[in-house]
């Protein structure tokens, strides 16, 4: 066997590890101002969790929805997340495809104040 060269037992399968991945998506919003940023996945695989950081004094008035494609997937379906100071880990298991686009809609409901909303989308290659 050369130097270098992992020993693998006969009849043993090697399991090639996930490439895994991580899209951010944040913006700066404007009060009373709204976007939707996309950015394509790199791979094909599962797209595993969603980070959501609201900073203090959003005072739940950011709405964020995420989602790939056509689909929105957190939450799940319809409606928004709209926290204060939190940044919660929602785990997910959605089939996405090399090349799909994954979005983040992101409305800033305050009339008075700024607020930089950020998103970690994790997706766990095939």
């Keep these: 066997m050369p130097i270098g060269q992992a020993y693998t037992a006969p009849g043993v399968r090697v399991k090639r590890p996930r490439r895994t991945e991580q899209i951010v998506l944040s913006q700066s919003l404007d009060p009373l101002t709204g976007v939707r940023i996309e950015e394509s996945l790199p791979v094909k695989g599962t797209i595993s969790s969603i980070v959501f950081h609201f900073p203090r004094g959003c005072n739940a008035l950011v709405d964020v929805a995420v989602g790939h494609g056509e689909r ?32 983040a809609e992101m409305a800033n409901g305050d009339g008075v104040n700024s607020h930089t909303i950020t998103v970690i989308i994790t997706v766990e290659g095939d």
């Design 72 to 103: 929105q997937i957190c939450p799940s379906k319809t409606g928004v997340i709209a926290l204060d100071e939190a940044t919660p880990v929602i785990p997910v298991s959605e089939k996405a495809e090399e090349g799909d686009i994954a979005w």
